[in-house]
């Protein structure tokens, strides 16, 4: 379990201030989340939510003592970008990141929860559709809603899914879930956070690509 | 035409050695000819193409002395890596550009022919089915097949492409055709060359992606 459990989301303070350099080590770790996927269709997703990683990183990095957590970069991003604010900079590429993480944190839980085809209970389809449904389909125009349903094809077998993220180690698919089910804790709680930051900051912007 | 005749590719010498440094100029101006398209669908496209070019400037960039020719570059790496090579550094991603180039060559020229759907003379569809059959669909398997033509959809008309080429100023197709034909010249030597080139250092794989 490599994959997943080497590289935990720590749990949130009461506040749900999210640290800034923490949450850019943990999900540094979830582009090559895509490469379980096993098709190099899904190349052209990770390089699209590492796009997002590094432009967040790279504004951290001007200053890494005033973005201490996620937030400060949000309202400093508003203040200094008014007019184009929120579709801009970290503050935009936050806003796509975190609709991919939504879409894994909503597959994975998904498996977890044993919600299967039970015509064709070794496929993922069903668990993906739902990601995607709930995660990004609204931000998608038809052309990519078609692409979508063209790239589910390329999904794997959910044994070889599971395998993947155990890091190539053959596990008893329980095994792997309980390991999914302890990874979600605090994964979910980081997507939550931020979800409801740019709630409570008017961040969220709503057009199709 | 600012997009294309404002980047004239240079006349080949006779021995065709391009040089890198010109060749890196004049195609650095490519990966916006994906914004003319029309749709961000196409975005996925630019960034892969730009993503080979700054992979091919990051070598030439070592040594600028040594990198003189394109050539010098995929015979140093063959070299340098002869276990992996050609499927590496600059000789893989210029394998890759070259195809792009070709797609979009052989789209121009289909259009500056005058290839076109008589019960759809407004659209590029046969055009751009061209180019992808002849540079692109056998290097491609069946799910990225699909959503090419999936993609199709997304394409511009014949008139707003045109007028894309030609930076938006409303032009006769005749005019911006003829500046076509003209940047075509240098455009497709150079082309050409590179797969010349591939051949005779037996670079050229034909692996699916
Ligand atoms: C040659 C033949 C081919 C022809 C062409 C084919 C083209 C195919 C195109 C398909 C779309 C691929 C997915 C990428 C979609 C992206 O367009 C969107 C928006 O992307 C955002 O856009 C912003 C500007 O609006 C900024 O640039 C963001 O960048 S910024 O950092 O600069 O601010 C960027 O992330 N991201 C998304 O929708 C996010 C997707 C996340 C993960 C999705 C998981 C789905 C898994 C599916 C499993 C079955
Ligand atoms: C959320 C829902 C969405 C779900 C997911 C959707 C995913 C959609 C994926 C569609 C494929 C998009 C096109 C990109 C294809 C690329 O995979 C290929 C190979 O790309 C190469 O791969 C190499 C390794 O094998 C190296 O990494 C190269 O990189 S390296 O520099 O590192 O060496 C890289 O260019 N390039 C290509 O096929 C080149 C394409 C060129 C231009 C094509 C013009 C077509 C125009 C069409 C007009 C109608």
Redesign the pocket.
Same mark, same amino acid.
């Given at each position: 379990m490599s994959l997943l459990l080497d590289n935990q989301f720590i749990e949130l303070p009461p506040d749900k201030a999210i640290n800034t350099k923490l949450f850019l080590d943990a999900v540094s770790h979830i582009p090559s989340f895509f490469d379980c996927?096993g098709s190099n269709v899904?190349s052209?997703?990770k390089s699209?939510?590492n796009?997002?990683i590094m432009?967040i990183k790279a504004v951290y990095l001007k200053d890494p003592a005033k973005y201490v957590y996620l937030q400060d970069i949000v309202q400093a991003e508003r203040e200094a970008h008014a007019a184009e604010w929120p579709k801009v900079g970290a503050t935009?590429?936050l806003m796509?990141l975190k609709?991919?993480l939504r879409?894994i944190q909503i597959l994975l839980q998904s498996l977890a929860d044993g919600e299967r085809d039970e015509n064709n209970p070794n496929l993922i389809r069903v668990n993906?559709t739902k990601a %995607?449904e709930q995660a990004?389909k609204k %931000?998608?125009g038809w052309i990519?809603q078609k692409?979508?349903h063209v790239?589910?094809l390329?999904?794997p077998y959910k044994s070889n899914f599971l395998k993947a993220l155990s890091k190539g180690e053959e596990v008893k698919e329980e095994d792997c879930l309980i390991n999914v089910r302890q990874f979600l804790v605090n994964y979910t709680a980081t997507v939550d956070a931020i979800y409801e930051m740019y709630t409570n900051l008017n961040a969220e912007l709503d057009y199709t690509?």
């Open positions: 996927l899904f052209v997703i699209d939510i796009g997002n432009k935009l590429a796509w609709r991919g879409f993906v %995607y990004l %931000y998608h990519v692409i979508f790239a589910l390329a999904a690509v």
